[in-house]
């Protein structure tokens, strides 16, 4: 139990399109879902957290404004990278907490990752 | 602020081989120590954990142990198998439990 999937898990696309990333929890309820960006070789860096039915929180020196993050119902949050250019080129990962678990983040289920390449 | 500092992959060993990946950390407060590993293709799981210094934590064969005064959670596993190749992150959560923090991961790579 406790699957968490992304789609897609690849996408190629033009320098100033945007493209959306969908994380959903398949066997629970979240009450909370992180999302992550991964540079090669290098460690996770949370971006944002998102609670059903409210804004996220995003970490300093993630704009919010290119990063949007949708937490629509508690098995659905949407990340949508706006007006893609190739720095944003990475690999998102999401993460999801269980009902009941409140906002702690001591019991994550993540999902595959998604490799975002922009050309 | 906080981090997480890992020892640099890629590991590689022969099958049955010691295993140890080491991991130290900084933190303000007492924060939660966890170990995760990620399946080629898959997302990451939690491997162990541990709460609270001195705690052990174990699963399939690894241990780690929260050892406040060297600030480290090293990973250990006396006998490594094939199926244990895979990318392993050390992390901690903070005292509030909301953010996460990653080490780099570690590459290991098994040999039949």
């Known amino acids: 139990g406790a699957v968490v999937s992304q789609h897609p898990s690849r996408v190629i696309c033009k320098s100033g399109t945007s493209v959306k990333i969908e994380c959903r929890s398949l066997?629970?309820?979240?009450?909370?879902m992180f999302w992550y960006r991964q540079f090669p070789k290098k460690s996770l860096m949370l971006m944002a957290t998102?609670?059903?039915?409210?804004?996220?929180?995003?970490e300093q020196g993630v704009e919010k404004d290119k990063f949007l993050i949708n937490h629509a119902s508690l098995t659905l949050s949407t990340l949508t990278v706006t007006s893609a250019h190739p720095e944003d080129s990475s690999f998102y990962i999401c993460?999801?907490?269980?009902?009941?678990?409140?906002?702690?983040?001591?019991?994550?289920?993540f999902g595959p990752g998604t490799r975002l390449t922009v050309l | 602020g906080d981090s997480v500092t890992q020892m640099e992959g890629p590991v590689t060993l022969s099958e049955e081989a010691f295993l140890t990946i080491n991991c130290t950390y900084t933190?303000?407060?007492?924060?939660?120590l966890f170990w995760y590993v990620q399946y080629p293709g898959e997302g990451l799981q939690l491997l162990l954990k541990?709460?609270?210094?001195?705690d052990k934590g174990s699963n399939k064969g690894f241990e780690a142990t929260y050892r406040k005064e060297t600030t480290s959670f090293h990973l250990e596993k006396g006998s490594v198998q094939v199926s244990d190749s895979a990318v392993y992150f050390c992390?901690?959560?903070?005292?509030?439990?909301?953010?996460?923090?990653f080490g780099a991961g570690t590459r290991l790579f098994v040999k039949a």
């Open positions: 993460s999801a907490t269980p009902l009941g678990g409140g906002r702690r983040a001591d019991t994550q289920y």
């Open positions: 066997d629970f309820q979240a009450t909370t």
């Open positions: 998102s609670n059903e039915g409210s804004k996220a929180t995003y």
């Open positions: 933190a303000t407060g007492y924060p939660s």
């Open positions: 541990a709460t609270k210094a001195d």
């Open positions: 992390a901690l959560i903070n005292t509030g439990g909301f953010k996460t923090i």
